[in-house]
């Protein structure tokens, strides 16, 4: 009742929570209880919450003039150290930046040179052979580079048949030139998924360290949150918050279901050491 108060008297001089929405978050908290890896996604929700935390945190800390909200925005933490940890291994598309390790950003960078070799050779190839294909284009299926061979000249280009045209009058072939090539980027590409999978176990683990004072911010701003809505949604209304006495009385009351132009008011006035009020 007194936070409602509260409140409502934060509205009253123009201050409002203006938070953003806040995901359910404990099933996450559970999972690192559990001592699971989290996905980037998960990990990037509870970097937003952090941020949130923080900005919650800065609105209300000088506000010492409403103790109840102040006390529990005084508890908050915002784990600066694991914010920023998120945020430099964790990207806003949910994917692992580069930078996480050292490790990651080699297989990467071998990842890339290749890609460009294998370009480069491809490139050269559809050149060489222009006269035997389809069409003077490289053609792409499930991430494979293949050249589009009309079926008479099959044997003049080497490589591995991928696959044919609707019509079979196409051949559509990987050159046996970058075979290699294809090998050493599917290996590179399982170490960069080993890589980012060590990366998000360390990540979850220096996050799971941290899962009560996660908890303990995810239930102040769900009561923060909590607070706000009802003082929103009465002041829309046009509800009022009871006062305690030795009477019960409630004027224009209606369920708060029904339209205002349809719903019809009564008034109640009763004192308490005498009456008995049943719903």
Do not use: W
Request: glycine share 4%; aromatic share 10%.
């Amino acid at each position: 009742h007194e936070r409602l108060k509260e409140m409502n008297s934060l509205f009253d001089a123009g201050i409002y929570l203006n938070m953003n929405y806040i995901p359910s978050l404990s099933k996450t908290f559970d999972d690192l209880k559990r001592l699971m890896s989290l996905l980037p996604k998960e990990i990037n929700q509870i970097g937003d919450f952090l941020l949130e935390v923080k900005g919650v945190k800065e609105r209300f800390f000088s506000l010492k003039r409403y103790p109840y909200f102040f006390e529990e925005a005084y508890c908050l933490d915002s784990l600066p150290s694991v914010y920023q940890e998120i945020r430099r291994i964790i990207k806003e598309d949910n994917t692992i930046s580069s930078s996480a390790s050292i490790k990651l950003k080699e297989i990467r960078d071998k990842k890339e040179e290749l890609e460009q070799e294998i370009r480069r050779v491809m490139k050269s190839l559809k050149d060489k052979y222009s006269s035997y294909l389809s069409d003077n284009v490289i053609s792409y299926k499930d991430g494979n580079e293949l050249l589009p061979v009309k079926k008479e000249y099959k044997n003049q280009v080497k490589g591995n048949i991928y696959s044919y045209s609707q019509s079979q009058e196409t051949i559509f072939v990987i050159p046996s030139e970058i075979a290699e090539k294809k090998n050493q980027l599917s290996y590179l590409s399982i170490s960069e998924k080993q890589e980012e999978s060590v990366i998000l176990a360390a990540l979850s683990a220096k996050i799971g360290k941290k899962v009560e004072e996660l908890k303990k911010n995810y239930l102040i701003l769900l009561s923060f949150d909590r607070y706000s809505a009802f003082v929103s949604y009465g002041r829309r209304r046009d509800f009022s918050i009871a006062s305690s006495g030795d009477k019960f009385i409630l004027k224009g009351i209606y369920h708060p279901l029904l339209d205002d132009a349809v719903a019809k008011r009564n008034d109640i006035d009763l004192t308490l050491k005498k009456s008995l009020l049943i719903s």
